[in-house]
């Protein structure tokens, strides 16, 4: 997979394009440790060019994101999203563990946890 990391304003936003390889989940948190530093980061992971799904790399990848975002008092969302993915997600009840909209314009404007004044 391609990883895309822009700043934009307040927010991170990662857009993941491509086919997983093997070992994706271990070398997100090199990449994302290259990027993202401060204490309450906002991150918005688009999965709008994700071109395969394979669950299990999916899982491997968004997981490992999200605890390196949760150790810098952050938060992640996901967002657009394709219809199987969705699916997946709802049937095995991920969409509990994280926090999905529509698209970036809908994560960005929803309501952020605030994990620097816990």
């Known amino acids: 997979m391609k990883y895309h990391i822009i700043k934009d304003d307040d927010f991170f936003i990662v857009k993941i394009s ?3 390889k093997k070992n994706e989940a271990l070398q ?3 990449i994302l440790s290259s990027y993202i530093k401060e204490r309450n980061v906002r991150v918005v992971m688009d999965l709008k060019e994700l ?3 394979e669950p299990i790399t999916l ?3 968004l997981n490992g994101m999200r605890k390196e975002i949760d150790l810098l008092g952050g938060c992640l969302k996901l967002c657009s999203l394709k219809s199987e993915i969705l699916n997946y997600f709802e049937e095995n009840r991920m969409d509990q563990f994280f926090n999905i909209c529509e698209d970036e314009d809908g994560a ?6 605030n994990y620097g004044k816990r």
Request: without cysteine.
């Open 18 to 20: 491509g086919q997983p």
């Open 59 to 61: 899982l491997g990848v």
């Open 28 to 30: 997100v948190k090199s």
């Open 108 to 113: 960005k404007k929803s309501e952020w946890r």
């Open 51 to 53: 071109e395969e799904f």
